[in-house]
Every structure is written in C-alpha cells, then in structure tokens.
C-alpha cells in the first residue's frame, strides 16, 4: 500500500469545508484517508480535528477511530483484494474510489458492521465527497468483495504469493522488508515462529499505559484511588492500564504527577537509573529527549535522588515539548536545563556525565502499531543514515562519560542493523563492559518472559507487542571500563 497517490487528484471540498460539512463517521474516516494518502498527513494528529470539526463524539467518535486506524493498518491486505476485484493495479484507481474501497473492505472483512451498511453507507460517503463518477465503481467493488467470506479472502491472497515472507507480508499488511527485519530480530532468540504473533500484534490498538512519577506519585495509592479505571501492567514497576476512556479525566495525570508512557519505555529508562543507586550530586543527561517522556521518569528519580538531570534535544520544536514535559515537576527554585545541541557534539564534554541515556532516533518499527500508516513510509534505505547517527550518537556518549559511568542505549526499533550491530560496532572502538540488562529488567518487571540475548560479556534486552504487550524496546546497558 502506498501513502502517497499524486497525480489526478482534485478535491472538489478541500479540508476543513468538507469535513464541516459532514456528519458521518465514515465521512470523517473517507476525509482522514483520504488526506493521509495524498497529502502525507499523520491520522492521530488530523483525527482529532476532524472530529471536532465534525461534531462527532462518544460512539461516532470510536467508530471513526477505529475505521481509519483499522484501514490503514490493514491497508496493504486490504490492496491485495481491491486488485483482484478491480482487475487492475493500485495506482490506476482513483485515489477517493480507493480510499473509500480500502474503507468499506475493512467494515466488511475487519468489523461486524452489517454488509449493506458498510456497502451503502460507504457508497454514500464518497458520493457526497463528490464522488459520484465513481459510485458505481465503489458500489460493485465492494459487492464483489462482500461475496466471499474473511476467510474465503485470505486464502486467494494467500494464494497470490508464492514465498512465505511475501504471503505473510501480504496476509498481515505489512512491507516484505520489515517482515524480514523482524524475522531476523526474533531468530536472535530462537523464537523466529512467534514472527505471525508479532505481525498480527501491530495490526491492534495499544493498551494505553500510565506511569506513576517516583516521588510523585505512588503506583499503589493511585490503583486505589481509581479501582474501576486501573489495573497494574506488569511490564514496569511504575506502570498502570487504563481499561478505556481519557487519561486526561484522572487529576494524577492533570497534574502531571501520572504520564501516559508505553510501560516498555518506563522500563528501559528505569533500567538506567535503578541498576545502581543514584548517588547524590551524580550528573545524568537524556541524549535525545524529545517529546520528553524518559525525560520525565529520569527527572523524577534524579529529584529522589538528589542528583543532576539535564536533557538534550537537536529540534527545538521537540525540546520545547521536552520543557513542557519537565516543567510540572519542576520544584520551585530548580531548573532543569534542556538543550538543543546535535547529540553527537557532547563528545566535547569528556567524562562529564555519569549516566547518559542514549534514546536514539530510529526507524521505529518498534512502535507501528501506534502510527497506523508509518508502515508504508519507512523506506529499508533510511537504514544506512540512521545506524550511522546512531553509532556517532553511543560513541559521543560514551566520550562523554565518566570512568565507570552507565550509558543505555535504547531504540524503539527491533531492527537488528539499529540495535545489535550498533553496539557492536562502537564496542570495537570504545571500552565499556557491557552489564547483564535482562537481569536488571527482571528484578524491575519479574513477570516479564524475556528471551536470552547475549551480547560481549553480558545481555540486551528486546521486548516485544506480542508477548509483553509494550512497545518492541531495545536496550543494552553499557558501563564504561575505568
Ligand atoms: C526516539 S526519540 C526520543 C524519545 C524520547 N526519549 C522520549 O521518551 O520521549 C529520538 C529523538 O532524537 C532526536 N534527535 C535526532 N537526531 C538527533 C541528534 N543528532 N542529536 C540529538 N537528538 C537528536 C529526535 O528529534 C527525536 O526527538
């Protein structure tokens, strides 16, 4: 599935005019699509306003959520079926008669909305997107997709592919390369037959998370103070599950002392600041900080601490977020520095930071299931660029450390080229021994089934959707050799 359709496309009732205009959940989604496709929009930033916009709330609202995350996520699957019925290639559709067939296959073969609702309703959709050259085609495409059964579906696709990558590619919308990548990243713990489990994972809405902020707010007394709302997740000491609704109803997270954060991301930050007590007046600086979620966690614990945090961030856009994130923690009379140099230039501090957390920017792959439509539009050649920033980002830190200091190098990408071999490859020129992260992520989250990762003298840590139910994190904790 391509995101980007250029070309004969004119929107007869651009923008916000349009989605004014309409009502329906399947109008907003068709718009979303639509925009996501043509104009390289994120859905999570535009859905919103297009909600609003639209008037759409409780029901309505889920249901336009779910129809455009679910297309997109699903849209590549859902291209192998608009080809066979259609008879022609993708890029000779018309891009809102596809938008809108990618729309009603999903209703049909991926929610219980009844056929005719989907069919018409869809029809109707794009008509009054001013559409209606194509609502004839729409309408006997999405009949022809309504004859055959979900399952009758995926073997045809099946059938289309002869290599198993490609058919699972196809089978669960996603590009050939990450199948691979992901293929290879699960082979590193022998467990290559989770591969389905773990694709199958990325086409599901995450759980939203919270973190209670140590110091700030304690786990146990907030699951009281919202029985009905929480539950503790397992994947980190500080984590809790919302089952559903908006955080922003909790005073906790108003206040700032609760944050929505994956709980694999509380994991690996706590990794760094719990394998050894924080000493008082230690020095601990977040690389790469933007928006700012580590940042807070890291925060916190250096105010337990009393110990020194400073945060790094090369966007300035991202580092105001990194402020904003900061700034309700922030007791009076302190300040938590934030600045906004290239990660790679604090190879000219030497020595001066005992700990670094190195959250590296990545492909993250780790993380498709919250940016429904990022599948389609990471290239395998961003790679090259990106282990290159990455390995100059570890190397600069590690400089940047004191003797016996702790770097953690994190990504939200499983990718073995962004993960592994970026270690690897610095270790060759840097002296660090590298820690026994499994263990310490064991004695933080004892229920998680974590694979054996050896690496040097010690291990990472890969966690993953499909079995902890976080994002797919990776994390290797380094200590620099005195
Ligand atoms: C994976 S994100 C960090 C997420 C963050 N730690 C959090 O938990 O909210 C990586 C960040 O690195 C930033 N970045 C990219 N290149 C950088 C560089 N050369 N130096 C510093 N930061 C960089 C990106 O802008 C991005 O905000």
Redesign the pocket.
């Known amino acids: 599935m391509s995101t980007r359709n250029p070309g004969r496309f004119r929107d007869p009732l651009p923008g916000r005019d349009f989605a004014a205009r309409q009502r329906g959940p399947r109008a907003v989604a068709l718009d979303v699509l639509i925009a996501v496709d043509r104009d390289d929009a994120y859905a999570n930033l535009l859905l919103p306003h297009r909600l609003r916009d639209a008037g759409l709330r409780g029901l309505d609202a889920a249901l336009a959520t779910e129809l455009t995350y679910g297309t997109l996520r699903l849209g590549g699957y859902y291209d192998e079926i608009i080809r066979i019925v259609a008879g022609r290639e993708i890029d000779q559709i018309d891009p809102v008669a596809l938008a809108a067939l990618r729309l009603g296959a999903h209703q049909l073969l991926g929610t219980r909305v009844p056929k005719h609702a989907a069919v018409n309703e869809t029809v109707n959709a794009a008509r009054d997107r001013g559409s209606r050259g194509v609502a004839g085609f729409i309408n006997a495409n999405l009949r022809a997709i309504s004859a055959r059964t979900a399952e009758e579906w995926r073997t045809a696709v099946a059938e289309r592919h002869e290599r198993a990558d490609d058919r699972l590619a196809a089978l669960t919308s996603h590009p050939a390369w990450i199948v691979r990548a992901f293929r290879d990243a699960l082979a590193d713990e022998g467990r290559e037959d989770e591969l389905e489990a773990l694709l199958d994972a990325d086409n599901v809405s995450p759980l939203v998370h919270l973190a209670a902020l140590p110091g700030l707010a304690d786990r146990e007394d907030v699951l009281d103070a919202h029985p009905t709302r929480l539950v503790p997740e397992p994947a980190s000491p500080i984590a809790m599950r919302l089952d559903g609704g908006d955080p922003q109803e909790l005073r906790e997270v108003r206040a700032g002392t609760v944050r929505v954060q994956d709980a694999g991301?509380q994991l690996v930050?706590l990794a760094l600041s719990r394998v050894a007590p924080i000493r008082e007046g230690e020095r601990l600086l977040?690389?790469?900080?933007?928006?700012?979620?580590?940042?807070a966690l890291l925060a916190a614990e250096s105010l337990v601490a009393r110990a020194h945090f400073e945060a790094?961030?090369?966007?300035p856009s991202?580092a105001k977020l990194v402020r904003d994130a900061l700034r309700p923690i922030t007791p009076e009379g302190h300040e938590f520095e934030v600045t906004e140099?290239?990660?790679?230039t604090v190879v000219d501090s030497p020595e001066k930071f005992d700990r670094i957390?190195v959250?590296?920017?990545?492909t993250g792959l780790g993380a498709l299931r919250r940016r429904p439509e990022a599948r389609w539009r990471k290239q395998a050649s961003d790679l090259a660029n990106l282990t290159h920033?990455q390995e100059e980002?570890l190397a600069a830190a590690l400089e940047a450390t004191a003797p016996g200091g702790l770097v953690a190098y994190v990504?939200?990408s499983p990718h073995p080229a962004e993960t592994t071999a970026v270690v690897k490859h610095v270790l060759r020129s840097h002296d660090a021994e590298v820690l026994d992260a499994r263990a310490i992520c064991h004695e933080l989250a004892p229920e998680l089934d974590l694979a054996e990762r050896p690496l040097a003298e010690g291990t990472t840590v890969q966690l993953w959707p499909h079995r902890h139910g976080t994002d797919a994190m990776f994390l290797t904790l380094l200590r620099k050799r005195d």
């Open positions: 991301s930050a977040d690389l790469c900080a933007g928006p700012g979620g580590k940042s790094n961030e090369v966007t991202r140099f290239d990660g790679r957390l959250d590296a920017p990545c920033l980002l990504t939200c």
